[in-house]
C-alpha cells in the first residue's frame, strides 16, 4: 500500500489514547533519535485516506517518505531498521522463515489485550 500524500520524513501513527502505546512509542523514539517522526493516529489520521480507522485502530502504521506503508510488527521493525543496531529486526522479517509469521502473530495478541499485558510488560 501507498498513500498518495507521504511526509516528508518517516512516520510513525500510533493510538494515542493506548498508554500501553505511549511508553513503546517513548522507547522507539528513544532508538531512532530523530530520524522518525511520531503521531496519534487521532491527531492526523485523515491526512491519509488510503488508511482506514479501523487500520489505524488495530496497529501502528508507519508510512516511508516515499509512500510505502506498514502495519503491525513489520511497521515497527521498520521504523527501527535506521539504527544500525535494530537492522536485524528487519532482515529477519524479511529473510528468516517464519519470523514474520510469529511476530504478526503476538502483534496481535498484544494489541487485543493491550490492557492486561501492561500490567505484565513494563
Known amino acids: 500500500m501507498r498513500v498518495s500524500n507521504p511526509p516528508a520524513k518517516p512516520l510513525l501513527i500510533w493510538d494515542g489514547d493506548c498508554r500501553f502505546c505511549r511508553r513503546w512509542i517513548e522507547r522507539w523514539q528513544r532508538i531512532t533519535m530523530g530520524q522518525v517522526d511520531y503521531?496519534?493516529?487521532q491527531e492526523i489520521g485523515n491526512r491519509f485516506a488510503e488508511i482506514t480507522r479501523e487500520q489505524f485502530r488495530e496497529s501502528?502504521?508507519?508510512?516511508?517518505?516515499?509512500?510505502?506503508?506498514?502495519?503491525a510488527a513489520a511497521a515497527?521493525?521498520?521504523?527501527?531498521r535506521c539504527r544500525s543496531s535494530h537492522r536485524w529486526l528487519w532482515w529477519s522479517y524479511e529473510h528468516v522463515?517464519?519470523?514474520?509469521?510469529i511476530s504478526e502473530f503476538f502483534y496481535k495478541i498484544v494489541a487485543?489485550?493491550?490492557e492486561i499485558v501492561s500490567k505484565v510488560i513494563p
Open 39 to 41: 503521531v496519534t493516529s
Open 60 to 71: 501502528v502504521v508507519y508510512i516511508e517518505n516515499n509512500g510505502e506503508v506498514f502495519f
Open 76 to 80: 515497527v521493525f521498520r521504523s527501527l
Open 97 to 101: 522463515p517464519g519470523f514474520a509469521a
Open 112 to 114: 487485543r489485550n493491550r
